[in-house]
């Protein structure tokens, strides 16, 4: 093994990013739990909070940005930030698995068990005994206090339309990737633009299919089980959506400014593993969510 | 691992950046050690914190009838004592540990990403802040047992459950951060030739520990996130009005919590690998046997959840299956156990402070795994569950396993950290008023369990007064032996005698070539391994 093969690991100096978003998160949250108890002023807080907490991103990653283009960066810490973005992207496999997780058991054990299927028959005669077990859920245990919806959200109309809109953002992030791998810069730029107004497309589209069902659908957060989950679940999704989108305006602004070559963009990477694992989720929710 | 040749680096270390002048170094450091440092620190106040609560429990409980505090206050106490020991004590004195060896064991640098590391540790002060501080606001404090299970904690939680609830957020993201970060540095910074079956076993439990981690912390996160949602947003994933099931809170939060439970012990185990075989002055026995049986507990622990809650009138097919996959683990940690006694069977033993821990370590964790088989058989769960019993089962695999862990880990590597050896003598004092003081504070709560006293109560009835007599006496005794720790570590950092490189004889691994204290620093040029 020659000496260069393991170059100097870059050991940044003294930050003060991190406790800049403690404090900002700590602010935020504070702000936060404020305006749960509706006191006065909470909403300056939590908006202080939040402004630190965006002053610190956007810092913290204009000193890894130009860190990495004074080549700083050796092949070794490329490879840190690949397994800290895998790990990550992991977590949040976790997270939605937990909201999932509520889903299934609502769908196959506490829901029919309360129509009284199963090893829970008592609960059903003694407690629930008007309670039909059909999914999506319209009718709830207790109707008087979760009114259920007056209708469940089909599949085949705007979810299947979101469903190809996302599909083909993952496709044209991809081109943009090839684009990138040749040098292609025109095409890189007006992919990854195509890709940014699928993104967008597809949150408004979201937000006015959420419209539909608060006004017309009677289907919201309070409207049982069947609303809790639905809006938790394609809610964080849709969040996730909007903060992929925002990492890809800062990709496409950091493209057009002439960063990353064809050998080195693991920042245009990542973006692209977070916009595949969103639009994987989006899949999952699809099939469980809507479809079945 | 004890076989591995080290080369030590070509040249010495002569790196520009020590460490920075002034307050602030700490609160702006990147550096591994320094992070290192504050968990442990952070570690040892909480533990101090969390204990003195555990003394005003034992206080309460030294006689029947109500004597201190109001019902409503000991379960705030109860709550706060389990959230801070948990998320406050163990596992940020395991990562301290993490930050401070596995650098140094792998022959890196520093940790992979460095800023993020300082972000995972400075979050902490901040999330303990906001939930220590329901303890001072107006309302109560939360009072619904660390596992905050619902109803009581949605429709009959106080105010400062919002508090609660994002401190829990807090205390997730630094957890998934660092773990990250040590999955990072294993992967990716290990000395040439240092391959994943030479590692110590230290850095292999945690490489695991840190899996968990990424697995469970954003399960915890959704839990507590529906939680709110409950409380502010009127959904019902909690509540059976509206098609929700309070058990569901259960099934999601113990998913989280039983991996957990191994997060707590995995990196002990660890750290018995490294203490016992230097001990002993021979090589761990069935090293290759450990690695798996520590990845077949990390991978079982996702399955057994369910046998905390076995009253809470699961299907019988499901608590059959989750009893017979609880008495699985038995079999990977056995071998553990073995694999230990092995290594000390016919060793040049000696009994240094750390090895005393690590001895009663085996006696303790096996007596407390014994128990929890007990509590796996669903039948006897139907009279052991919500007992002292489970109180003394999992305090026996907590304080000597975890924490004793912890404590040996510190009075194995403190002459590396701080080039001075502590007194030997005051280690075996504390070490003796702390192993005889934990066993007359946990054992007789098996009998008090057994005979069916309830947990989480500030009050009992009169045939269970001298057992938790005994148990208040011995409390506060461990009490008072944690403080002289305290003065110990104080004492060792200000002054000592003078620790060589390598600071115990039969210690073998990459960190025992570094002085001591070691370079800012640890490897600027990775050393080769054979």
């Known amino acids: ?292 | 691992m004890s076989s591995i040749a080290i080369d030590p680096p070509d040249h010495p270390i002569d790196h520009p950046h020590g460490p920075k002048p002034g307050l602030l170094r700490w609160v702006f450091t990147t550096n591994h050690k320094d992070i290192g440092t504050l968990y442990l620190w952070l570690s040892l106040t909480m533990f101090i914190v969390g204990g003195s609560m555990a003394m005003c429990i034992r206080a309460e409980l030294f006689k029947p009838g109500l004597a201190f505090f109001e019902p409503g206050f000991f379960n705030e106490l109860t709550t706060l004592h389990g959230l801070i020991m948990i998320f406050g004590a163990v596992m940020p004195g395991f990562v301290g540990l993490a930050n401070w060896m596995i650098p140094m064991m792998i022959g890196a640098p520093d940790m992979a990403l460095p800023r993020m590391n300082n972000w995972s540790f400075w979050l902490l002060p901040f999330a303990f802040t906001l939930l220590i501080s329901t303890l001072f606001i107006n309302g109560p404090a939360p009072d619904f047992g660390w596992t905050a299970y619902a109803p009581l904690s949605t429709i009959y939680g106080p105010k400062s459950t919002d508090f609660f609830i994002f401190s829990v957020h807090l205390m997730g993201l630094s957890s998934i951060m660092g773990a990250i970060n040590i999955i990072a540095t294993i992967l990716n910074l290990r000395a040439p030739g240092l391959t994943l079956m030479k590692m110590p076993i230290f850095v292999w439990t945690w490489l695991i520990t840190a899996f968990l981690l990424i697995a469970v912390m954003p399960v915890l996160a959704g839990a507590v996130t529906m939680m709110l949602m409950d409380r502010h947003f009127d959904t019902s994933f909690f509540n059976a009005a509206g098609g929700g099931d309070p058990v569901m809170y259960q099934h999601i939060f113990w998913f989280f919590g039983h991996p957990e439970v191994y997060i707590m012990i995995l990196p002990s185990f660890g750290i018995m690998s490294e203490i016992i075989p230097t001990f002993s002055r021979k090589k761990l026995f069935g090293y290759t046997s450990m690695v798996y049986a520590t990845s077949s507990i990390a991978l079982l622990s996702f399955l057994v959840w369910a046998h905390h809650m076995f009253t809470t009138g699961l299907p019988v097919i499901g608590e059959i299956y989750f009893m017979l996959a609880t008495m699985l683990i038995a079999v990977p940690t056995g071998v553990k156990i073995f694999n230990w006694v092995a290594t000390m069977f016919r060793g040049a033993l000696s009994f240094e402070t750390p090895m005393l821990f690590a001895t009663a370590f085996l006696i303790m964790f096996t007596i407390g795994g014994f128990s929890g088989l007990m509590l796996a058989m669903v039948p006897a769960d139907y009279q052991y569950h919500d007992t002292y019993f489970v109180v003394a089962h999992f305090h026996y695999v907590l304080v000597p396993g975890a924490v004793f862990g912890i404590i040996a880990a510190v009075y194995y590597w403190l002459p590396k950290w701080t080039g001075h050896y502590y007194s030997e003598t005051l280690g075996k004092i504390h070490f003796w008023l702390s192993a005889v003081s934990i066993n007359v504070l946990f054992f007789p709560m098996h009998f008090l369990g057994l005979a069916g006293m309830p947990r989480r109560i500030p009050d009992y009835a009169l045939e269970f007064a001298d057992f938790n007599k005994i148990a208040s006496v011995g409390g506060f005794v461990f009490g008072c032996a944690q403080i002289l720790f305290l003065l110990i570590v104080i004492r060792t950092i200000r002054g000592g005698p003078k620790a060589p490189a390598a600071v115990w004889e039969g210690a073998h691994g990459l960190e025992w070539t570094l002085p001591s204290p070691p370079p800012y620093h640890s490897f600027t040029t990775p050393p080769k391994v054979y």
């Open chain 1, 1 to 292: 093994m020659t000496e260069h093969q393991h170059q100097h690991y870059y050991v940044p100096e003294q930050s003060y990013w991190p406790i800049l978003g403690s404090i900002g998160l700590f602010t935020l949250i504070v702000g936060g739990i404020n305006i749960l108890h509706q006191h006065a002023y909470a909403w300056y807080i939590f908006f202080t909070g939040a402004l630190i907490v965006a002053f610190m991103l956007f810092g913290w990653f204009s000193a890894v940005i130009s860190e990495s283009r004074h080549d700083l960066y050796s092949p070794q810490l490329d490879r840190s930030f690949r397994w800290g973005m895998v790990w990550f992207i992991f977590s949040e496999v976790m997270f939605f698995g937990a909201f999932f997780g509520a889903l299934f058991y609502a769908r196959h054990f506490s829901v029919p068990w309360m129509g009284g299927i199963g090893a829970k028959l008592a609960t059903h005669t003694v407690l629930w005994d008007n309670f039909k077990a059909v999914w999506p859920l319209l009718q709830n245990p207790d109707p008087t206090k979760y009114i259920g919806p007056t209708e469940a959200m089909s599949a085949w109309g705007i979810p299947a339309i979101n469903t190809l809109i996302l599909l083909t953002s993952g496709v044209t992030v991809t081109i943009a990737h090839f684009a990138l791998k040749n040098n292609e810069r025109t095409k890189l730029a007006l992919a990854l633009f195509a890709t940014i107004l699928l993104g967008i497309s597809f949150l408004c589209i979201q937000a006015y299919e959420y419209h539909h069902a608060y006004t017309e659908m009677g289907l919201t957060l309070h409207s049982g089980i069947y609303g809790t989950t639905f809006f938790m679940l394609t809610g964080f999704h849709g969040a996730h959506v909007t903060i992929g989108t925002i990492m890809l305006i800062i990709i496409l602004l950091r493209c057009l400014k002439g960063h990353f070559t064809p050998e080195k963009h693991f920042g245009f990477e990542a973006t692209a593993w977070y916009w595949h694992f969103v639009d994987v989720v989006w899949l999952m929710l699809f099939i469980f969510v809507y479809w079945l």
